[in-house]
Nanobody, 121 residues
Framework: QVQLVESGGGLVQAGGSLRLSCAASGRIGSINAMGWYRQAPGKQRELVATITTGGITNYADSAKGRFTISRDNAKNTVYLQMNSLKPEDTAVYYC???????????????WGQGTQVTVSS
């Protein structure tokens, strides 16, 4: 199976920065797109940003110009640099990877356990 472990969340003041990391491990066959999603209390999970193995990125409008997604394919790790944070960015941030384990031909979504980001005003 494929496991995702996130790190880097925490409490920060408005205008501050945080960097989230997510490493995929386990019996990895291949990892295709990776990304970050978030879920605020009482709201549905929403896309923040995604990145393909080739480095093509996609951002939610709320993240454009403030967040930067990147990845290290050799390490199966994805990062999210978040700058100019706002209180409305407060949420649990989840890492996502689309891939398959060794021995499987079926790609599927994998999710991390989530990391809390809290932005105080």
């Amino acid at each position: 199976q494929v496991q995702l472990v996130e790190s880097g969340g925490g409490l920060v003041q408005a205008g501050g920065s945080l960097r989230l990391s997510c490493a995929a491990s386990g019996r990895i066959g291949s990892i295709n797109a990776m990304g970050w999603y978030r879920q605020a209390p009482g709201k549905q999970r929403e896309l923040v940003a995604t990145i393909t193995t080739g480095g093509i990125t996609n951002y939610a409008d709320s993240a454009k110009g403030r967040f930067t997604i990147s990845r290290d394919n050799a390490k199966n790790t994805v990062y999210l640099q978040m700058n100019s944070l706002k209180p409305e960015d407060t949420a649990v941030y989840y890492c996502n990877a689309y891939g398959r384990p060794l021995g499987s031909i079926i790609n599927r979504d994998y999710w991390g356990q989530g990391t809390q980001v809290t932005v105080s005003s």
